[in-house]
């Protein structure tokens, strides 16, 4: 298990969080770090407990136990804006944006530029157009037209405006939710680019999936989470992604798997073995009965 790396502190931290909804532990001594330019995966299958980590990291929810770290300094954030104006920003599967409005708008949303005074108060559109197209360039972001509507970009598109607004506005740690789910391949991989730049801009990325094959390539570190536990924090030269796989489904678990199923063949095997010895059977009665019935038949010409 890699250790922390003590010569800088973590943008962000978690140790030995829980969190507890009534009777029920979804959460149990769960510690994670993420540094400036770095990229920490954090793993695991449906009902690993990963949206819970993401609602306390962005001010959702507030941990039962354990310390919350912002560079350094214990936070207790009470809501989502909380997070956002110490600078993490978190891009949900499901943005908010609006289909029909521009994208400069919705680049802008909730902070539009105005121009003019009073009654005449209205959106700059030059300036939005302007600062989104330079702070889409500078994520090698290229929009043929920031004016059109962002409901007629691609998901991996519409997420990557997503990571450039955010960065925009100051964050200094990207939670990115899912963001490759439901895309295809080639658009997955415009966001893993995205990512990437991030990264090289030195921001810290939390990249959230239970896909470690659009984990492994861009992670530095990665977090496991198994209902509601850590298997540990691992550094990409730590660990290889069949492990990672393996790990994400649960050892124990595959290797039951492989017993039962193993067993299954077996079985099937025995019991089709079978099978054929009672059709080798029928059919050697059924000759005999037919050679019977000829014979008969033969006998009484």
């Known amino acids: ?5 003590t010569q800088t502190t973590p943008l962000v931290e978690v140790r030995n969080v829980s969190k507890y909804f ?72 499901d943005l908010a944006m609006i289909p029909l409005m ?30 989104t197209r330079e702070e889409l360039a500078k994520m090698g972001i290229q929009v043929r037209d920031i004016g ?6 691609s998901g991996g598109e519409r997420q990557s405006v997503a990571i450039a607004r955010a960065v925009y506005f100051g964050a200094k740690v990207l939670i990115l939710d ?3 789910a439901a895309l295809g391949v080639k658009e997955a991989g415009v966001v893993l680019r995205y990512i990437a730049q991030a990264r090289a801009r030195g921001l810290g990325v939390i990249f959230i999936t239970h896909n470690p094959h659009h984990a492994y390539p861009i992670g530095d570190r990665f977090t496991l989470l198994n209902r509601g536990t850590c298997y540990g924090t691992f550094a ?6 069949e492990e990672v796989v393996e790990m994400m489904a649960g050892g124990e678990e595959l290797e039951t798997l492989s017993h039962e199923l193993a067993e299954f063949a077996r079985t099937d095997a025995q ?31």
């Open 1 to 5: 298990m890699s250790t922390t790396n």
């Open 22 to 93: 009534g009777s029920v532990i979804a959460l149990k001594d769960i510690s994670m770090s993420v540094h400036a330019g770095e990229v920490m995966c954090l793993l695991g299958d449906n009902g690993a407990g990963k949206s819970t980590l993401i609602k306390i990291l962005s001010g959702v929810h507030q941990p039962s136990e354990g310390k919350y770290m912002v560079e350094g300094k214990e936070v207790h954030f009470t809501s989502p804006r909380d997070a956002l104006s110490a600078g993490i920003a978190t891009v949900f599967q």
């Open 102 to 131: 521009s994208i400069s708008r919705n680049f802008f949303l909730g902070a539009e530029p105005t121009k003019g005074w009073g009654p005449l108060r209205r959106f700059n559109i030059a300036y939005a157009n302007s600062v």
């Open 148 to 153: 059109q509507p962002v409901g007629t970009l």
């Open 178 to 180: 899912e963001p490759t």
């Open 236 to 241: 990409k030269a730590e660990i290889s992604r």
């Open 271 to 301: 019991a089709g073995a079978e099978l054929a010895e009672m059709a080798r059977e029928f059919e050697e009665e059924a000759q005999e009965f037919h050679d019977e019935e000829k014979s008969e038949k033969e006998g009484s010409i």
